[in-house]
C-alpha cells in the first residue's frame, strides 16, 4: 500500500481550572444585565504561569507520546497571543520538547485562520518530512463583555506527514478576503468587534458557505459523503445555518465546545478538529473549515490507523480533569486587569542573562539532566564532576532529558511569606523514577493533593516576569500527575 499525506498524531491542553460564567455575571450584572443570557457553563482560564507557548508545549507533548522526536523535521506554532513580538516562540517551544536544532521552526500570527493555514502548508509539503503543527491561544477581554463570556484557553497540536496516518488527506483550499470582523492593533489588548448579525450573516454564512461548497466540488467530495463537518464558531445557530447552506447533515457537526471550553481563537480549528478524531470511525470524511480575512477548508478521511491509536490526552481527558473557579477578581489579577498591592517582597529583580540562557539552554528549558556513564547516577544540573557517592567521576556525563519522566514528592513546603501570583507558593524536593532530585516549584497544587509521596509530572511554566526589562522566564515544575 502506497503511504498517504496526512494526520499521524494529535494532543490537546486545556488548562485545568474553569471559570463559571455565572461567577462572571454575578460581578458585573449590575453594569452589564444583558450577560445574563451568557452565564451558563464555563470557560478555560490560564493560570498566572501559562501562556500561549506553555500551554502549546503541553499539547505537543501529547501528541508525541507515541513518536519518535528525532523524526520531526519542521515545527510552527499559531497564535495572535504570542508572548514575543521578536523572538522565535516556536524556538522556544523547539528547546521545552528538545528537538533537533536542525528543526526549522517559525510562528504564524495575524489571523483567527493561522493555525488552519499553516496545517494546509504542512500537509502539502508532508513528502518531505513529519511536522507538528501547534496552536495556543490566550486572549484578554475587556470585563463585562461578551468576549470575556465566550472567549477560552488552549492549545492544540496535530503531528502531519507521510507513513500509517490516521486521516488521509484528501485536499485543501483557501481564500483570502479583508473581511474584517474584527481587529486588534499591535498596541492593543483587546480585540474591536462589529455587528454581530452583519458578521453572520456575510461573513459566517455568506462566505464560509461560498468557500465551502466551491472546495468540496473542487475535492470531487459529495455533501452527503461528510460524516464530520468543523465549524469552529460558537455563536448560537452558525453551524446549523452552513450546513444547511450547503447541504450537510446537521448531525454532521462537532459540537463548538461553547459551555465547557469556550472559543479558544486560533486554536480552536484544531481542538475541535482533534475532538471529531476522537469520535469519528474509519472511514469517515471530516471537513475542517477556519475563518479569519478569509476561508481554509482542509478535507480528510481516516484510515483503520485511527483505531489503533493508543489512548492519549485528547479533548475527553482535557475536559475531566476541570476544576471549577468562581474566583473573578484572582482572574482579572492573573490577567493584568486588576492592580492588586504585590507588597515589598516582590521588589526583586528577575533579570535573566541572555548568555547564561543561551549556555544552559537544555537544562532551563528541556530540563536536560546528566546521567554518569561509569556509576549511572542521575544529577540535575549537569556538570563535569559526577555527584557519586562514592566515585566523583569526571568528565563522564551524558545528557538525560527528565522531563518525560514521573517523580514523587520527598519533601515540600507551602510558603505565604514569599511573594506569589497564587498564594501560598508550593514547592520542595521531588526524586525522579529511576535516579535524579531536585528542587523545584509546584503548579496545580492544591492543600489536599499535595503530600509526601504524591506522583507528580514535569510541567513547563513560567518562572517569573521581568517586568523592568520586559522578558518572560521559563522553567519547569511540577504538577500532581492526576
Sequence with gaps: ?????????YGVYLPRKRLQRAAIHAANGWFAPGLEGLARGERTIADWDEDSVTMAVEAARAALEDHDRQSITGLSLASTTLPFADRLNA??????????????????????R??????????????RGVHLALAGELRKARPASEAEMTQGDGAAALLVGRGKVIARHLGSRSVTIDFV??????????????????????GYLCMIGEALRDALGAMDIAV????????????????????????????????????????????????????????????????????????????????????????????ASALDRRMPDDNYPRYLFHRGLLDLDRGMRAEFDQKQPGTTLWRHRKAVLGLVGGRCTQTGVVQFPKSDVSVGRNDHAVGTQQDYPLAELPARIVTYTADRLTYSPAPPSYYGVIDFEGGGRMMTEFADA????????????????????????????YFWKAAPAN
Excluded at 500500500?1 to 498524531?9: D, H, K, N, Q, V
Excluded at 524556538?91 to 483567527?112: C, F, H, M, R, W
Excluded at 492593533?185 to 455587528?195: A, G, K, P
Design 446 to 473: 492544591t492543600e489536599d493533593q499535595i503530600e509526601v509521596g504524591c506522583a507528580m509530572r514535569m510541567v513547563f511554566r513560567i518562572k517569573a516576569f521581568d517586568e523592568q526589562r520586559d522578558f518572560v522566564k
Design 224 to 315: 452527503d459523503t461528510v460524516d464530520h463537518l468543523i465549524v469552529p464558531v460558537t455563536a448560537r445557530g452558525v453551524g446549523e445555518g452552513i450546513a444547511k447552506r450547503v447541504g450537510i447533515r446537521s448531525q454532521a457537526l462537532i459540537d463548538p465546545l461553547l459551555q465547557q471550553v469556550g472559543d479558544t481563537g486560533a486554536a480552536h480549528p484544531l481542538l475541535m478538529l482533534s475532538a471529531a478524531l476522537e469520535r469519528a470511525k474509519p472511514g469517515q470524511v471530516i471537513v475542517l473549515i477556519g475563518f479569519g480575512q478569509g476561508v481554509d477548508i482542509v478535507a480528510f478521511e481516516t484510515t483503520a490507523a485511527l483505531a489503533d491509536l493508543p489512548g492519549r490526552r485528547g479533548v
Design 1 to 9: 500500500m502506497t503511504e498517504a499525506s496526512g494526520i499521524l498524531s
Design 91 to 112: 524556538g522556544i517551544v523547539k528547546e521545552a520538547l528538545n528537538l533537533p536544532d536542525d528543526v526549522a521552526a517559525y510562528d504564524l500570527t495575524g489571523s483567527q
Design 114 to 127: 493561522a493555525a488552519t493555514s499553516g496545517l494546509a502548508q504542512a500537509l502539502q509539503a508532508a513528502g
Design 181 to 202: 470582523d474584527h481587529y486588534r492593533m499591535t498596541r492593543s489588548d483587546f480585540d474591536y468587534h462589529w455587528e454581530a448579525r452583519w458578521i453572520r450573516d456575510e
